[in-house]
């Protein structure tokens, strides 16, 4: 099992900052001061249908991973898509549940959804019934942290990591 700790605190003026942390309080990644250099894209990033990207860099300086906030298709309000190491997992918002978080993604042709309770901001990535993670949201000043706990290694890495960062940015503010 890996534990890590998540911070998304806010950046004037509408921007967030995010910063992976292991068991020991080191940081692992966080995201690249330059993600968003414009102050309008500051503002735009906060609606729905403006894409952006977001890098996530390591302690060296390496980007491991970005996620890309798509143009969502007519009537769903969220669509990502992670590249990394040649790969790339699309985020989505999936129709076909009723209940909320209703987002899924599929990577290696496998269809995996995010579930739990937005109101005790606790979410979980699931395979058929199998618990794979598990993030939990407490507020801290000028954000959210997330406490999360990986149960197993069918996921890469960076599928969990933006899970948690999808997770805040659809619902950040419950």
Known sequence: MIRCTMRATSRPP????????DADGLKILHNKDDALVDR???ILRELPMIPYTLSLIDADGNERFH????????????AFQLSFDDEVVDFFEDKAR?????????????KYDIVGFVRNREFFIKEDELKLMSMTASPIAGGKEYAVAIYE???PLAVYFAAVIIMDICFHNY
Do not use: C, G, V, W
Not at 98 to 110: A, C, G, Q, V
């Open 14 to 21: 509408a921007a967030m900052a995010y910063a992976f942390y």
């Open 153 to 155: 290694d069918a996921l």
């Open 40 to 42: 309008f894209d500051y």
């Open 98 to 110: 009723f209940s909320l978080p209703n987002l899924s993604f599929i990577y290696r042709e496998k």
């Open 67 to 78: 996620l890309e906030r798509k143009t969502p298709p007519p009537f769903q309000t969220h």
